[in-house]
């Protein structure tokens, strides 16, 4: 098994990420023409990580997104069901607390958390709403979520032209540079499959999280997504 179908198998996606993992990073970036740098930094930005407070970085894989939290004084815990992905980032920073764990069963007591963030790996999710859920869960009173995640163009014209880019030239990029081609077939279709912002702003909504609002990144390819954990 090379790549997932879109019901999302767990078993499934954790190998076909495990076997990504040496490339993953470098796949990213070319992908998507350097734009990922910058959505880590709105990433950064908008959780707000500070000296002291507790960040969980769900789906982190090889810990890149971990690093600027931990870069604030802030304790990370970079937490992903790829065994490969974590033995990757132990590698690079052996200093970072990876962790293994499920997204829809997490490892971690109620409320232990200041904010918690998943970049481009709730879509990876078979239970969407379990893992928003359970994000909920170990979040403290008062604390926050950021979801960053691939979304839908807002410009009609511009939304067509992507869509045509996901499913014809990614593939062929993706064959030059990453160590397993047709995973990134199976990102392509989840993708265009993935609900848009209004849809996933409900989904948070539904989940408890108060507050929920959401900013699009590059035209909407991307969406960043915020909410509160009202304090009991």
């Not at 990757?88 to 200093?95: Q, T």
């Not at 265009?192 to 959401?214: F, I």
Request: include cysteine.
């Amino acid at each position: 098994m090379t790549r997932a179908s879109l019901d999302k198998q767990p078993h499934e996606v954790a190998s076909m990420f495990d076997r990504v993992a040496k490339r993953y990073d470098l796949t990213n970036d070319v992908l998507s023409l350097g734009q990922d740098r910058r959505w880590r930094k709105e990433v950064a930005r908008a959780v707000d990580a500070r000296p002291a407070q507790k960040i969980l970085d769900l789906a982190a894989g090889t810990g890149t997104s971990s690093l600027p939290f931990a870069r604030t004084g802030a304790y990370v815990v970079p937490c992903d069901f790829s065994l490969g992905m974590l033995r990757v980032g132990k590698e690079r920073d052996s200093w970072l607390p990876f962790t293994a764990g499920d997204a829809t069963k997490l490892p971690f007591k109620d409320g232990t958390f200041d904010a918690v963030t998943i970049s481009f790996g709730l879509r990876n999710v078979q239970a969407t709403d379990t893992a928003l859920r359970e994000l909920y869960r170990v979040t403290k009173p008062g604390g926050r979520v950021v979801i960053c995640e691939f979304s839908h163009p807002t410009w009609t014209p511009f939304r067509t032209v992507y869509t045509e880019y996901l499913m014809r030239a990614l593939p062929p990029v993706a064959r030059a540079v990453s160590s397993n081609p047709d995973a990134y077939v199976y990102l392509a279709e989840s993708i265009r499959d993935w609900p848009d912002q209004a849809a996933l702003a409900e989904r948070l909504r539904k989940a408890g999280w108060d507050k929920v609002a959401w900013r699009n990144l590059s035209g909407g390819i991307v969406a960043l997504h915020r909410g509160f954990k009202a304090h009991s």
